[in-house]
């Protein structure tokens, strides 16, 4: 049990804590009902601090001793699924910028790797995938990434996080993103010991239109993944697509933890 836990079993400390949720409550509400409250506060979102590298990260999928992506800072934590629980198999997102590029690390735990589509912006969704929105404007960019590797990018209409039903995408947008994936474990054949698969990516953000982003930039950003298997979809988790939407900040401090000269501090 946490100390956290322990504090809210003692019975004397309920009438406080009760007090306190009550003050906050009505604090909601007004702040709800209030029309001049900033646009965000009707619109709850989660920061993503992005840590910035140094030099270019090599996208070879050569995890082994890549101290850039050993910081837990910039990441997702562990994808939550439709109950908010977090989502088996685990499954998590880093993020890092530098180089005029954002990186992605995504990590996903899965015992049946399938995937078969190789074609560009063909449905990869069919296979174990990643897709990732980007909306640093007001057009929503979707890269979805396969277990194979395999691209698939459009830009859309929509908001954030919106349903395909919603949204008109044209593909021949291109990301230019490159992609390395390290599988551990064996494609479309069940019953052996799969374990993961992992992604590395770089995305060049003038393929975004924010060729002058810099620290303290903001990019709306949500990701989704869905676990697929021989039989087909499976469990599915995210980040950032409802409420609260998220929003990669770029962040002036490096993942050895030095900041920029000159830069603005993170609080
Ligand atoms: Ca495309
Ligand atoms: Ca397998
Ligand atoms: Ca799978």
Redesign the pocket.
Known sequence: MTEGQKVLRHPALWIPIALATAACLGIAIKRSNDARAPSRDAHPFVELHAPRVDHAIAIDAEMDGKKVWESEAGSTGVFKDSRGIGMVPYTEAKVRWGERMLYFWLYAGDL??EGSVTDPDGPIDLDDSFHIELAPDDRVYTIEVSVLGTLADAVCTGTLGAAASERHCDAHWQSGASVAVDRD???N??G?N?EEWIVEMAIPLSSLGMEKAGAGSRIPFAIRRCDVGARGPGACGSFGMGEPRGEIVLDPTSVDGVQLAGAPGRR
């Open positions: 049946d790797l474990g064996t494609l054949r069940v052996d799969d």
